[in-house]
T-cell receptor, first 113, second 114 residues
Framework: GNSVTQMEGPVTLSEEAFLTINCTYT??????LFWYVQYPGEGLQLLLK?????DKGSNKGFEATYRKETTSFHLEKGSVQVSDSAVYFC????????????FGKGTKLTVNP | DTAVSQTPKYLVTQMGNDKSIKCEQN?????MYWYKQDSKKFLKIMFS???????INETVPNRFSPKSPDKAHLNLHINSLELGDSAVYFC?????????????FGPGTRLTVL
């Protein structure tokens, strides 16, 4: 079945450091790919998405590119802030007609001042 | 206005009890979901309803029964609660038929079974 693998956390960075959170997927067909973010005590929010190969999703300084050849969708940010501290989830849409999202296990990011 | 709301936010109960969690969305979406997030933050879908009709049931125990009285509401009833049911339960909604569409999540209900 479809699956998402993302790097184990937790990740701890200093403010203004460069962030990469790796995400790879296994899927049949051409799923859409997503990054969701969960701030402490809150539900998940969509951070960015890409719907086809070579698409780049971006939002709030975060970027991720849909790489079909490496089945990856790595999340990057050039300069993180304390307010970026959260849990980040990579996900894909199951295109079996069910509109189901399959999530990775989440990566906790802590940014220190 | 809150897009997806859940009640209660916290629920503490004894093993063997029956409890319900309610979810409402005011986004006009046709599809609603229940997810379970365990203590390690792993998030897994439980159920999905499209316009009051069950379309996903991810081998969840029969003790869990979703009910959708209308397309804006999806409630989750849990019978005979067990310790392993302790988790955060998230409701979500999306526009039906949009496989690239965003799912909007509620704030979660933290269930603790003692």
């Amino acid at each position: 079945g479809n699956s998402v693998t993302q790097m184990e956390g937790p990740v701890t960075l200093s403010e203004e450091a460069f962030l990469t959170i790796n995400c790879t997927y296994t899927a049949t067909g051409y799923p859409s790919l997503f990054w969701y973010v969960q701030y402490p005590g809150e539900g998940l929010q969509l951070l960015l998405k890409a719907t086809k190969a070579d698409d780049k999703g971006s939002n709030k300084g975060f970027e991720a590119t849909y790489r079909k050849e490496t089945t990856s969708f790595h999340l990057e940010k050039g300069s993180v802030q304390v307010s970026d501290s959260a849990v980040y989830f990579c996900a894909l849409s199951d295109q079996g007609g069910s509109e189901k999202l399959v999530f990775g296990k989440g990566t906790k990011l802590t940014v220190n001042p | 206005d809150t897009a997806v709301s859940q009640t209660p936010k916290y629920l503490v109960t004894q093993m063997g009890n029956d409890k319900s969690i309610k979810c409402e969305q005011n986004l006009g979406h046709d599809t609603m979901y229940w997810y379970k997030q365990d203590s390690k933050k792993f998030l897994k879908i439980m159920f999905s309803y499209n316009n009051k009709e069950l379309i996903i049931n991810e081998t969840v125990p029969n003790r869990f029964s979703p009910k959708s009285p209308d397309k804006a509401h999806l409630n989750l009833h849990i019978n005979s609660l067990e310790l392993g049911d302790s988790a955060v339960y998230f409701c979500a909604s999306s526009q039906a038929g949009d496989l690239a569409g965003e799912q909007f999540f509620g704030p979660g209900t933290r269930l603790t079974v003692l």
